[in-house]
């Protein structure tokens, strides 16, 4: 049997490159500035709670842990982001040394996870992506585990995963019940009949519980979440970019993910963890059909990676180290080229002149230039979220002042969207301006009943357009703007800054809204 020919020495082969991934994410992180959703997931540590509108708490719990620790700097917050992606390169050799994979298998497996485009872009920052990958990994291993040894101590961690995956992202129970039907379809639904199975779902749900009871306290926002999701980003997707984005985000690992899928399904020695190709085959298809994003996906890749090198080190075990070598550099070393594109890890311009040459000699790779909104833009839709923020909050900082002391204290601040809500709240500290009021996502949890100022900041996202409406209403007695974010690369290019007196009339549209947006 392929457990008993393990050699431990091989985790600490592993471990080669979890230190490879981790570099090259310390190299990169630091550039560039904080992306729209990190600003988000930061805000939350000031507000800890079983739930938001739009995530699980686990993240508000690292964002904590990590402000305290770490400090309020973009490295700061991506050090989680990090360790975490370590941690699943880690978790994709450990399953392939379960295999009964060896070096060549580790290798293979771990590099074209480190360079695959998916991983290396979504696994640097400070947002739920990446550690929804890891519980997803861990499940997988710890499955793979139990199934090897029959060590029942598996299926109660297992639980545990499970439910703090829940709690990390929602897409973990789509991925969980996709495991369980795999697995009841597969010849090892017997290891499953067994009391440990209750007692794993028992932790699973006590982990999740005081989640699901802030959902009902709070009208299960999660599904409104969703349903916004759907109507204003994922009306952009159909079932064939789907399918696209599946076959181009992992570059030339495509090929071991393919193996991969296919050593699963048809390979004796592998026989055991065929439930593995169903699993994705059912979360391909349920994804499919809710046109999820692409990135929904992703968890279930590395064991499939650590299936397909475990296949290729099959097929060409009686060759020599040229052509395992040769093979290594194929599926890895054009992944590794296109690595401005997916880590910040050039500056602006030279950045810059790498998306003309990718668009110009690389029409494989353009999709990453296409944003939501189904349009190609000069750069990645994720490095546009991280350029203006400290524009706009110093065009907040330069109105506040504006201002004098006595006027100040009767002063608010308004944004439109929850990323320069973000923007404004994490650069407070450093102006002194007063925190920012929004109706966007989870800041209408926390934000006053009205609108009771003698002046408002306000960010406008539509660079005029809402001020517009205000003025046609009656809302605002005047208005004077003080600037917008001018960056041509940024997301929030033409976002402007205005200084408006409101009067009885915008506080008589501001607190129906928010009572309508907190039942939602």
């Known amino acids: 049997m392929p457990y008993k020919n393990r050699k431990s020495t091989y985790v600490y082969f592993v471990l080669i490159f979890v230190f490879i991934k981790v570099v090259l994410n310390l190299f990169a992180i630091s550039h560039f500035g904080f992306h729209r959703d990190e600003f988000l997931h930061l805000v939350l540590a000031d507000h800890l709670d079983w739930g938001y509108k739009e995530v699980p708490p686990f993240i508000a719990i690292l964002a904590k842990i990590s402000i305290t620790c770490f400090g309020n700097s973009v490295f700061a917050a991506r050090l989680f982001p990090t360790l975490f992606g370590g941690l699943i390169v880690l978790l994709t050799g450990l399953i392939v040394i379960e295999f009964g994979g060896k070096k060549f298998a580790i290798t293979l497996a771990c590099l074209s996870l480190i360079f695959a485009p998916a991983f290396a872009a979504s696994e640097y920052l400070f947002q739920p992506v990446v550690f929804d990958q890891f519980w997803w990994v861990l499940t997988v291993w710890l499955l793979v585990k139990y199934l090897n040894t029959t060590d029942v101590r598996y299926l109660y961690w297992l639980g545990a995963a499970v439910g703090l995956g829940i709690l990390t992202k929602y897409t973990m129970l789509f991925f969980a ?292 409406e205000f003025v046609a209403g009656n809302m605002i007695g005047s208005f004077t703007k003080v600037g917008e974010v001018s960056n041509p690369l940024a997301r929030e290019k033409g976002t402007a800054v205005f200084i408006i007196t409101p009067n009885y009339r915008l506080n008589q549209r501001y607190s129906p809204e928010l009572a309508k947006k907190r039942l939602e």
């Open 177 to 468: 019940a996709s495991l369980l039907i795999g697995i009841l379809i597969s010849k090892q639904r017997k290891l499953l009949f067994n009391k440990h199975i209750l007692g794993a779902v028992m932790i699973t749900v006590a982990i999740v519980l005081p989640n699901l009871i802030w959902q009902i306290n709070h009208h299960m926002p999660v599904f409104t979440h969703m349903k916004n999701l759907r109507e204003q980003q994922l009306d952009y997707i159909t079932p064939t970019d789907f399918i696209k984005q599946q076959l181009l985000v992992n570059g030339v690992a495509l090929f071991i993910w393919l193996n991969g899928l296919a050593f699963l399904i048809f390979s004796f020695r592998l026989r055991n963890f065929q439930f593995m190709a169903l699993a994705y085959a059912l979360i391909f298809f349920f994804l499919l059909m809710m046109d999820g994003k692409s990135y929904y996906i992703f968890g279930a890749y590395p064991m499939l990676f650590a299936a397909g090198a475990f296949g290729f080190e099959r097929l060409l075990k009686t060759n020599g180290y040229v052509l395992r070598t040769a093979l290594i550099v194929l599926f890895t070393l054009p992944n590794a080229l296109l690595l401005p594109i997916l880590l910040p890890i050039l500056p602006m311009d030279q950045t810059l002149a790498f998306f003309r040459f990718a668009d110009k000699h690389l029409p494989p790779v353009r999709f990453s230039m296409i944003w939501e909104d189904g349009k190609k833009h000069a750069t990645t839709q994720d490095y546009a979220d991280m350029l203006g923020w400290d524009d706009m909050a110093a065009l907040v900082d330069k109105a506040y002042k504006s201002l004098s002391p006595d006027d100040q204290k009767q002063t608010l601040v308004y944004a439109d969207n929850y990323g320069e809500a973000g923007a404004i709240h994490h650069y407070r500290k450093q102006y002194g301006y007063p925190n920012v009021i929004s109706l966007n996502s989870s800041f209408t949890l926390w934000a006053p009943d009205s609108l009771k100022c003698k002046y408002l900041i306000y960010i406008d996202d539509g660079g005029g357009k809402n001020i517009k």
